[in-house]
C-alpha cells in the first residue's frame, strides 16, 4: 500500500482523464443517435410479417443499440451526469 | 486497606515503569515553555514551543501532554522543529495509566546528543472551546465569548520556565482571572503574574515546574484560568455535513453536493427578532457581527452550474463567479439564507456543483486506473464542522479500489449506490469524522479500475431494454385480437 505522500505526488504527475466521446459531441450524439432510432422504429412499424422474423429483428437490434447510446448521450448533454 | 494501598503503590510503580520502557523522565528537560493562544470563536489556534535540553544522548522520540478537557476540544494536532518544514511524527500514547492526561509523542528527525538543544512548536486547533459569555444577548447586542484553560502548561519533563500568552481579536476584554496562588512558582517576584498589554495577555514567567503531566499535579497544583473577551465575528458551526461525490466517465463529470446543518454558535437570542430593527440596522450596516446574513464559499476553480436550495424550494439569494481562467485557483460562491441567521438559531441547506472530470482525475495507462482527489469538506469562514460523511460515488463496475484519505477517519464503510441507468448499482466508499476545522480540506484520493465492458453497461442495458419492447412489438403483430363472426356455421 502506497503512502498519501506517494499517492499526492504520483496523481500530480499522471495526465488528466479523457472520456471516450469528447463532451462537446455528446448533445450531437445524442440527436443523431435518437433520430435515427425513432425513423428505424418507424420503419419497423411498416415491416411485412413473416414466420421467421429476420428483417424485422435486425432492424429491431440496429435500433436498440442506437437508442441505448442515444439515451446515455441524452442524459448527458441535460445534465444528469449517468 | 493494605491491600489498596498494595495496589495503589503497583499502579503508580506500573505508570512509572512502563513510561520508563517508552522514555524516561530524567531524558529532557524543558529549558522554556511559551504556549501562545490565538483566541478566536469557534476555533481557536494553541501553539506551544518547547525550548528543550536533551540530558540524555540518542532519545529518539520526545513526549508533550494534553490535559483531559483540552483532548475532548482539540481536532488537530501538528508538530514541526522551528525552522524546519517538514511536520513530524505525533503518535498518541496510552502508555500514561492516569486519564487525567494525554500523552503524544513526537518523534524528532535526528536523535539529539547529550546537552544539546532545539525547539519544537507544536500547533494544535481547538473547536468549540470558547463559550458565547452571558448565554444570551439581544438582537442588537454585542458578543462576548469565555476561553477557560489550565494555567500550566503539562508536560512529563521538568520545566525550568513557562509562560501562556493570549492574543486577543480586539483589545477590548472584559474580565481575565488573576491567579490565586501562583507563589510556589513565581519565586516570590513582586510582579504580578498576569500583565495585559494591549491585545495580548500573558500569565508568567513561572519557574521551576517539576514534571506535571500527572493526576497529583493536576489535582494540586493546576488552576483555570480564563479569559472574557469581545468577539467580532459570527461563530458559526456546520453541525451535519453529508457530501457526495459522484464520478460520471460518460459525462466526465465530478458533481459534489453537499447538505449542509448550519448553526449560528454565538449568544442566544434575547426575545423576539424584529424584522424593522434588523432592516433600519441593516439600512444603516449596523447589524451586529455576530448575525450571519451571508456565507461565502471558494469552491475550486472550473466549477459550473452552482445549484443551492433547501426543504421549501430553490433559493435564488446566491452569487456565482467562476474561477478568472489561470489567475486564481478558487471560484467564488456566496450564499444568503432566507433569513438572517441570529445567535442559537439553525438553517439547514444543500449545495452542489459540476466539475469536469479532468480537473480532478487521472489516468495511469500502464497500469489501467484511474484516480481522483475529492476534498473532504469546502472550508466555510468562521466555521467548524460538528461531523462530517462523505461519500464518494465511484461508476458502475469499478474494482481494484483503494483509498487514501488524507486524515485517519472516524469510519469508513462501502456500500453500493443505484442511481438512473443503473443495472448492478456503483460502489460508494463513505468516511465519517468528527471536528472538522480549516486544516481538513485535504483531498482523498480513491484509485480504482473500470474496463470497457463495465463501462458499456449502461448503452448496453438501454440497448436490452429498448430491444425488449421490440420483441413485443414483434408479438403484438401477430396476435390478432378479432373475434371471427361467423367463419363456421353449425
Not at chain 2, 130 to 155: C, D, F, N, R
Not at chain 2, 465 to 483: E, Q, S, T, W, Y
Request: hydrophobic fraction near 40%; avoid cysteine.
Amino acid at each position: 500500500m502506497a503512502t498519501y505522500e506517494d499517492i499526492q505526488a504520483l496523481h500530480a504527475s499522471l495526465p488528466p482523464f479523457e472520456p471516450i466521446v469528447p463532451v462537446w459531441l455528446l448533445p450531437i450524439l445524442a440527436f443523431t443517435l435518437l433520430a435515427s432510432a425513432f425513423l428505424l422504429t418507424f420503419y419497423f412499424t411498416t415491416l411485412p410479417k413473416s414466420t421467421i422474423p429476420v428483417r424485422e429483428l435486425s432492424v429491431a437490434s440496429l435500433a436498440s443499440v442506437l437508442a441505448g447510446f442515444g439515451v446515455v448521450a441524452l442524459f448527458n448533454s441535460v445534465g444528469v451526469y449517468v | 486497606m493494605l491491600a489498596r494501598w498494595h495496589a495503589l503503590l503497583l499502579l503508580h510503580l506500573a505508570s512509572w515503569a512502563s513510561l520508563s520502557l517508552a522514555d524516561p523522565v530524567r531524558s529532557f528537560e524543558n529549558t522554556a515553555i511559551v504556549r501562545t493562544v490565538e483566541l478566536g470563536g469557534s476555533s481557536t489556534h494553541v501553539t506551544t514551543s518547547y525550548i528543550v535540553r536533551s540530558l540524555e544522548a540518542g532519545v529518539p522520540a520526545y513526549y508533550f501532554a494534553l490535559s483531559d478537557e483540552e483532548l475532548s476540544k482539540t481536532s488537530w494536532i501538528e508538530a514541526k522543529l522551528k525552522g524546519g518544514k517538514d511536520t513530524l511524527k505525533v503518535q498518541r500514547h496510552s502508555v500514561h495509566v492516569d486519564d487525567r492526561v494525554a500523552l503524544y509523542s513526537v518523534t524528532l528527525p535526528k536523535p539529539l546528543a547529550k546537552n544539546a538543544s532545539t525547539t519544537i512548536l507544536v500547533n494544535t486547533i481547538q473547536t468549540h472551546a470558547s463559550k458565547p459569555w452571558p448565554p444570551m444577548a439581544k438582537q442588537s447586542g454585542k458578543q462576548s465569548l469565555l476561553y477557560e484553560t489550565g494555567l500550566y502548561v503539562l508536560s512529563p519533563y521538568k520545566s525550568i520556565t513557562q509562560r501562556t500568552k493570549f492574543k486577543l481579536p480586539t483589545p477590548v476584554v472584559h474580565s481575565f482571572t488573576t491567579p490565586s496562588a501562583p507563589a510556589k512558582f513565581t519565586q516570590g517576584s513582586e510582579q504580578s503574574p498576569v500583565v495585559q498589554s494591549g491585545a495580548a495577555i500573558t500569565y508568567g514567567p513561572f519557574q521551576d515546574i517539576p514534571p506535571s503531566a500527572e493526576t497529583m499535579f493536576v489535582d494540586e497544583a493546576q488552576e483555570n484560568i480564563s479569559v472574557h473577551y469581545q468577539y467580532d465575528h459570527p461563530v458559526l458551526a456546520v453541525t451535519s455535513l453529508k457530501r457526495s461525490a459522484e464520478i460520471s466517465h460518460w459525462g466526465a463529470n465530478l458533481n459534489i453536493e453537499d447538505k449542509i446543518d448550519l448553526r449560528n454558535g454565538g449568544p442566544a437570542l434575547e426575545g423576539h427578532f424584529s424584522r424593522v430593527l434588523h432592516q433600519m440596522q441593516s439600512s444603516r450596516n449596523s447589524v451586529p457581527a455576530s448575525i450571519v446574513r451571508n456565507i461565502q464559499m471558494y469552491p475550486p476553480a472550473g466549477i459550473r452550474d452552482p445549484y443551492f436550495y433547501d426543504r421549501i424550494g430553490n433559493v435564488s439569494t446566491s452569487r456565482f463567479r467562476p474561477a478568472i481562467s489561470s489567475l486564481s485557483k478558487q471560484s467564488f460562491l456566496e450564499l444568503r439564507p432566507r433569513y438572517p441567521l441570529v445567535g442559537g438559531w439553525n438553517y439547514s441547506f444543500t449545495l452542489g456543483w459540476d466539475a469536469p472530470l479532468g480537473d480532478s482525475t487521472t489516468y495511469d495507462a500502464k497500469e489501467d486506473k484511474y484516480t481522483v482527489g475529492v476534498p473532504f469538506w469546502t472550508h466555510i469562514p468562521n466555521a467548524v464542522v460538528d461531523e462530517a460523511e462523505v461519500t464518494i460515488i465511484l461508476p458502475e463496475g469499478a474494482t481494484d479500489i483503494s483509498i487514501y484519505p488524507p486524515f485517519p477517519p472516524n469510519s469508513i464503510s462501502r456500500r453500493t449506490h443505484t442511481t438512473y441507468l443503473d443495472t448492478t448499482g456503483r460502489p460508494s466508499v463513505t468516511f465519517v469524522k468528527y471536528g472538522l476545522t480549516e486544516k481538513h480540506t485535504g483531498l482523498i484520493y480513491v484509485s480504482y479500475s473500470v474496463s470497457t465492458t463495465a463501462h458499456m453497461k449502461k448503452p448496453i442495458a438501454v440497448g436490452a431494454a429498448a430491444m425488449g419492447l421490440f420483441v413485443v412489438a414483434l408479438i403484438v403483430r401477430r396476435i390478432n385480437p378479432k373475434i371471427h363472426k361467423g367463419k363456421k356455421t353449425a
